[in-house]
T-cell receptor, first 114, second 109 residues
Framework: SQTIHQWPATLVQPVGSPLSLECTVEGTSNPNLYWYRQAAGRGLQLLFYSVGIGQISSEVPQNLSASRPQDRQFILSSKKLLLSDSGFYLC?????????????FGEGSRLTVL | GQNIDQPTEMTATEGAIVQINCTYQTSGFNGLFWYQQHAGEAPTFLSYNVLDGLEEKGRFSSFLSRSKGYSYLLLKELQMKDSASYLCAVRDSNYQLIWGAGTKLIIKP
């Protein structure tokens, strides 16, 4: 069966510090991978998605970046965090292709920037 | 612009039935999803509608009317564990998911 894990689950970082959130998927190959951010009272905001190794599409201009060094690994990074980067970050995967069905989410990472 | 509207919060009684509505205005339509999200946890998939009509899955059912840009999620025989947020999402013509802000459902004994 397929599983998805992301870490860390919780982190508190000072403004201006770097960030690295990691996500891995097991039990499937060549998945679509996504990073979302969820702010209170708002819908999920798609940050990045990837259809293959090294292929990253950015949906929202910001100080975040994403990388996909391996087929089932997706990393969200920042060189200098802003207060506005606080939120609940979710990694997700789906089956490759336009007929793709539902998203499967990781456990989430709650980031607080102070 | 693209928009998904759903009520912010609803309250229902254990054992009762509740209907959560979702209206959408998107650039094209390639399916509508409902997800359940317990506080502090990740969303989990509940249902998918791409054709008009009702999809039933146990205590949960989801209805779609594409001509009206409207869907609802129906929860029967409510249990305390159904207290959660329910997210409506529509896949547009570019196969991107547009998400509603979610409906927080509070179940009272």
């Amino acid at each position: 069966s397929q599983t998805i894990h992301q870490w860390p689950a919780t982190l508190v970082q000072p403004v201006g510090s770097p960030l690295s959130l990691e996500c891995t998927v097991e039990g499937t190959s060549n998945p679509n991978l996504y990073w979302y951010r969820q702010a209170a009272g708002r819908g999920l905001q798609l940050l990045f998605y990837s259809v293959g190794i090294g292929q990253i599409s950015s949906e929202v201009p910001q100080n975040l970046s994403a990388s996909r060094p391996q087929d089932r690994q997706f990393i969200l990074s920042s060189k200098k965090l802003l207060l506005s980067d606080s939120g609940f970050y979710l990694c997700a995967w789906s089956v490759q292709g336009f007929e793709a069905g539902e998203l499967f989410f990781g456990e989430g990472s709650r980031l607080t920037v102070l | 612009g693209q928009n998904i509207d759903q009520p912010t919060e609803m309250t229902a009684t254990e054992g009762a039935i509740v209907q959560i509505n979702c209206t959408y205005q998107t650039s094209g339509f390639n399916g509508l999803f409902w997800y359940q999200q317990h506080a502090g946890e990740a969303p989990t998939f509940l249902s998918y509608n791409v054709l008009d009509g009702l999809e039933e899955k146990g205590r949960f059912s989801s209805f779609l009317s594409r001509s009206k840009g409207y869907s609802y999620l129906l929860l029967k025989e409510l249990q305390m564990k159904d207290s959660a947020s329910y997210l409506c999402a529509v896949r547009d013509s570019n196969y991107q998911l547009i998400w509603g802000a979610g409906t927080k459902l509070i179940i009272k004994p």
